[in-house]
């Protein structure tokens, strides 16, 4: 089963990939992690789309698409992915219909999680993950069971993206309304999208995200 996360900066996609990866054995696929190890790494991706990520802005399709299409190509993701962060424009939208296909595969579902832009601010202002396993936690609404210490892996080491702050999570919340949100219409007049209400508690909204999975 194929699966996308669509939603703003904030909006859970990366907390709730992480769930179904360890609820459903389902893999992750986040277009933004991806860009942030190339630029860890120090790759040529990495250095093309590091000045592009600080601002907020989408690295080019046909970076993207790169990356998307390297990953798709292992065999550890044929059984079934939660794209994250991706597709973010109508001609990624077309490029993973046609790399499905390709084999023998669509996507399922499209859970459109909805949350209110103040919330989102809060949200990414307090965030940090696991250095680790990636883990995503936030200074008031989600902090290891014991502090400084991993739930999932046991790690001790956080980090902080530098996209991070008030100025450029307003300017992603542009960039998506503008180039993002109208892949609602698309994948509604596909009839295979759902939403969710993004402002519930991160196990509530689990939760709908199970019963949605279920019923297809
Ligand atoms: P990306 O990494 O995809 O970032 P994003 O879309 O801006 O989304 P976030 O990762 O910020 O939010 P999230 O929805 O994952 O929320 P999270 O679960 O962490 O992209 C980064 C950049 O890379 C882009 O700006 C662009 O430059 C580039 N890029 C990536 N993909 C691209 C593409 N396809 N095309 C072009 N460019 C691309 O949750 C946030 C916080 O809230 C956490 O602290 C969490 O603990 C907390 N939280 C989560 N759920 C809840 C809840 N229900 N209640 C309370 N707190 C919650
Ligand atoms: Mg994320
Ligand atoms: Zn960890």
Do not use: W
Not at 47 to 57: E, N, Q, S, T, V
Not at 154 to 162: D, E, L, P, Q, V
Request: glycine share 12%; net charge positive.
């Amino acid at each position: 089963m194929n699966i996308i996360l669509l939603g703003p900066p904030g909006a859970g996609k990366g907390t709730q990939a992480k769930l179904l990866e360890q609820g459903r054995g389902m893999k992750q696929l986040s277009t933004g992690d991806m860009l942030r190890a190339a630029v860890a790494a120090g790759s040529e991706i990495g250095l093309k789309a590091k000045a592009i990520m600080d601002r907020g802005d989408l690295v080019s399709d046909e970076v993207i698409l790169a990356v998307v299409g390297e990953r798709m190509s292992q065999p550890d993701i044929k059984a079934g992915v939660v794209f994250d962060g991706f597709p973010r424009t109508p001609a990624q939208a077309e490029a993973l219909d046609g790399m499905l296909a390709a084999r023998g595969q669509k996507v399922d579902a499209v859970v459109e999680m909805k949350v209110e832009d103040e919330e989102l601010v809060k949200r990414i202002s307090g965030r940090f993950t696991c250095a680790a396993c990636g883990k995503g936690y936030h200074d008031s609404f989600d902090k290891p069971k014991k502090d400084g210490i991993c739930d999932v892996c046991g790690g001790s080491k956080f980090i902080r993206r530098a996209d991070d702050n008030e100025k450029t999570v307003r300017d992603r919340l542009t960039v998506y309304n503008k180039q993002t949100a109208p892949l609602v219409n698309y994948y509604a007049k596909r009839g295979n999208l759902h939403s969710v209400d993004g402002m519930a508690d991160i196990k509530v909204v689990t939760a709908s995200i199970g019963r949605i999975l279920d019923g297809i």
